[in-house]
Nanobody, 115 residues
């Protein structure tokens, strides 16, 4: 069973940056697209960024221009560079496929933006 492990979260002040990593136990190159999702307290999980096998990227309106998704197929790792963080970015961040049968969800990584 393919597993995902997210890391890189933490507490950061507004305007700060973080880089999240997602290591997948299997090959990510066979998936059409991978994405980063987030879930804030009391809210549904939402897709914030995605990247296809051909490196085409897409972003939610709330993070466009601030977040950058990338991947390294040789390391089976997906990254999310988050800049200009805002308090409303506070959430648990997860990675998973965007289409097809979802992988088992990892534990996620907590991102807290607060002064």
């Amino acid at each position: 069973q393919v597993q995902v492990v997210e890391s890189g979260g933490g507490l950061v002040q507004p305007g700060g940056s973080l880089r999240l990593s997602c290591i997948v136990s299997g090959s990510i190159s066979k998936f059409y697209a991978m994405g980063w999702y987030r879930q804030a307290p009391g809210k549904q999980r939402e897709l914030v960024a995605s990247i296809t096998s051909g490196d085409f990227t897409n972003y939610g309106d709330s993070v466009k221009g601030r977040f950058t998704i990338s991947k390294d197929n040789t390391k089976n790792t997906v990254y999310l560079q988050m800049n200009s963080l805002k308090p409303e970015d506070t959430a648990v961040y997860y990675c998973n496929r965007v289409q097809g049968v979802m992988l088992s969800w990892g534990q996620g990584t907590q991102v807290t933006v607060s002064s």
